[in-house]
Nanobody, 128 residues
């Protein structure tokens, strides 16, 4: 079976840092655009960041720009999300996913329907 497994979430205080990891198994995703999404209670799932196959192109939501960094290690089939200066509004379940389309455009990156498979999610809670 193909799996994407997120880890690294937890309960932290505002201003703290976390690094999320997304490990792929069952097949390689080295040529896929990979994305991080999050879903807060009562809200829709939203894009956080995305990265192309080489790591040379990245995208960030305005709400996390300058605080979060996405990276990938293709030989390890792993994608990371370094989250610094965390805020209470960052509280959400964070998901990683593989994009089915190779075109690098904002519309492709930000459309959740373009991603499959998805990980199970990891909870990030930031207290004030």
């Amino acid at each position: 079976q193909v799996h994407l497994v997120e880890s690294g979430g937890g309960l932290v205080q505002a201003g703290d840092s976390l690094r999320l990891s997304c490990a792929a198994s069952g097949r390689t995703f080295s040529r896929n655009i990979m994305g991080w999404f999050r879903q807060a209670p009562g809200k829709e799932r939203e894009i956080v960041a995305a990265i192309n196959w080489s790591g040379g192109s990245t995208y960030y939501a305005d709400s996390v720009k300058g605080r979060f960094t996405i990276s990938r290690d293709n030989p390890k089939n792993t994608v990371y999300l370094q989250m610094n200066s965390l805020k209470p509004e960052d509280t959400a379940v964070y998901y990683c996913a593989a994009n089915k389309i190779s075109v690098w455009s904002v519309l492709v990156l930000t459309t959740s329907g373009n991603y499959d498979p998805w990980g199970q999610g990891t909870q990030v809670t930031v207290s004030s």
